[in-house]
């Protein structure tokens, strides 16, 4: 693809990259540090971006159903959401679980759910992404012991886990263990990685969250680099190579509606990275590269006019692609309402293909580069960035700043602000505070039977009649005798998975030892 000639419907050619003067070498190409205008020399004429729509929800079984589902239309990776009690360490049984297992992804309790959920889908084959973070290291055992039952190499198996719990304390508030312990089970996870997985991403450091929660663009990349900066001293500090987890790191950015200033935020980010990664030390071109999934704004989505929220979504896919993402989840219209209907989801997906394949947008490498306004903007937000990012090193970095709650208040006082701009009428939100109608036409939402957990409560009682109490308990000794010792983590946790200790029995080992973030 990268050698094929492209033009216009006018029959004029398009070339990989534009310059100011044609042919300039002095002007900043891309590929090239500090990656402003992507981290591929001709970008998506070489490799389009991964269509990764993010699904999940019910019982393994029906997501497995999507998951084909999507698939058949087109996507080009997976993406699994996983409900609240997965992501908190319960299992579906327990008390606190209830009204909520498959609600809003999908309810894995142990590896047979795993292997259900991926059922005729070799993983080999298809590159997955786990949004997953204070049990991340759980569902990635699930989905290694699941690799290893396939006969999969597992040097070739590649994918992302989110694994980023400093935005969890900060933005979203499904984390488990206090800091600490937290960020030992992370960088356990880059260490196995980087010897056993090294084609996994270990870590999508999360904006996107940050966001939803009421940050501006500058907030966003402010402090998921700065989040980023502590995984990786975190990292270092374990004795780690730089140039060796740094490769595998990713991130995930959100698109709102500015077109314009999303795209300068992505080029800003990538820029900022790089000389961040720089001066911590690394010197292979790879570490200091920003590869970033984007999802489409959540929080702009209307559930008045839902329909208009196609026309959001496909501002937002322009910026993602214009802005140089490497994968992209489109949110279907009907998600301010409920979990999208598979029409919702084929319309998303839909949306992605009619960028990639008729808009021309993915023609030449950063076709927005050279623009007045682009290049001003992308130099005021890295600036304003940049003012944050020293405002939290010079609290001591991240971790310290989330403890004082600076990014907590930093968002809040964001959020409320927009909001009141949009109640106060100076922000146009159209269909719901202009060119509002006084008849809403129904549009059907996704509905999710309540009978959901007690089927995975008598799944679990068969697994557990099934399985050796035996090696149950001496798996869960061995994760105990590793988490006081500081032995890595992940081998016995996958040892555990492997003899059908369930992700709450695992998360509660755990808790004995690293107690519990309040």
């Known amino acids: 693809m990268s050698e094929q000639k492209l033009q216009t419907d006018s029959g004029i050619e398009i070339r990989k990259v534009y310059y100011p003067v044609p042919g300039n070498a002095d002007v900043e190409q891309p590929g090239q540090f500090p990656y402003t205008r992507g981290i591929q020399p001709d970008m998506y004429r070489g490799r389009l971006w991964t269509m990764r729509q993010y699904a999940g929800f019910s019982t393994a079984e029906e997501s497995n159903k999507r998951y084909h589902y999507l698939l058949s239309q087109g996507v080009m990776g997976l993406s699994v959401a996983f409900d609240l009690p997965t992501q908190i ?291 005021e937000v890295e600036a304003k960035a940049w003012e944050l990012v020293q405002k939290i090193d010079a609290m001591g970095g991240s971790v310290s700043a989330i403890e004082a709650g600076f990014m907590q208040e930093e968002i809040a006082r964001s959020a409320y602000e927009y909001q009141r701009r949009i109640e106060s009428g100076e922000k146009i939100i159209v269909g719901l505070n202009k060119f509002t109608v006084d008849q809403e036409q129904p549009v059907p939402g996704f509905k999710i039977d309540d009978s959901i957990r007690a089927m995975q409560s008598e799944r679990l009682q068969q697994l557990k009649t099934r399985r050796s109490a035996q090696s149950v308990a001496t798996s869960l000794q061995q994760i105990h005798e590793a988490a006081l010792g500081g032995a890595n983590l992940m081998p016995p946790v996958i040892a555990a998975v492997e003899n059908h200790c369930t992700l709450g029995e695992i998360a509660d080992t755990l808790r004995k030892i690293f107690g519990e973030q309040k």
């Open 89 to 379: 360490g319960y299992d579906s049984d327990h008390a606190l679980a209830e009204g909520e297992v498959g609600k809003v992804g999908v309810a894995i309790d142990s590896l047979e759910d795993m292997e259900m959920l991926f059922k005729g889908i070799r993983l080999e084959d298809v590159s997955t992404s786990m949004t997953i973070n204070a049990t991340g290291f759980i569902l990635l055992a699930f989905y290694v012991a699941l690799a290893k039952k396939q006969g999969a190499d597992l040097k070739k198996i590649s994918g992302t886990i989110q694994n980023d719990i400093l935005k969890e304390y900060a933005a979203r508030g499904t984390y488990i263990y206090p800091p600490k312990p937290s960020m030992r089970i992370i960088t356990d996870i880059f260490e196995w990685c980087s010897k056993e997985l090294p084609k996994w991403n270990t870590i999508s450091i999360s904006g996107y969250h940050i966001r939803e929660a009421g940050s501006t663009a500058v907030q966003e990349i402010a402090f998921t680099l700065s989040n980023g900066k502590a995984y990786v001293k975190a990292a270092l500090e374990k004795g780690l190579d730089i140039d060796v987890f740094g490769k595998r790191l990713s991130f995930f950015f959100n698109a709102h509606n500015n077109l314009f200033e999303e795209v300068a935020k992505f080029r800003a980010a990538r820029r900022m990275w790089a000389r961040m990664m720089k001066e911590l030390g690394a010197t292979d071109e790879k570490a200091m590269m920003l590869r970033f999934h984007t999802q489409t704004g959540g929080a702009t989505l209307t559930a008045q006019q839902p329909l208009n929220n196609i026309c959001r979504v496909t501002v937002q896919t322009l910026a993602a692609v214009l802005g140089g993402t490497q994968s992209l989840h489109t949110n279907g219209y009907d998600e301010a309402l409920s979990l999208p209907t598979e029409e919702a989801a084929r319309i998303a997906l839909r949306t992605q293909q009619v960028v990639a394949y008729e808009s021309g947008a993915p023609d030449t490498a950063d076709p927005l580069g050279g623009s007045f306004y682009v290049e001003a903007l992308t130099a």
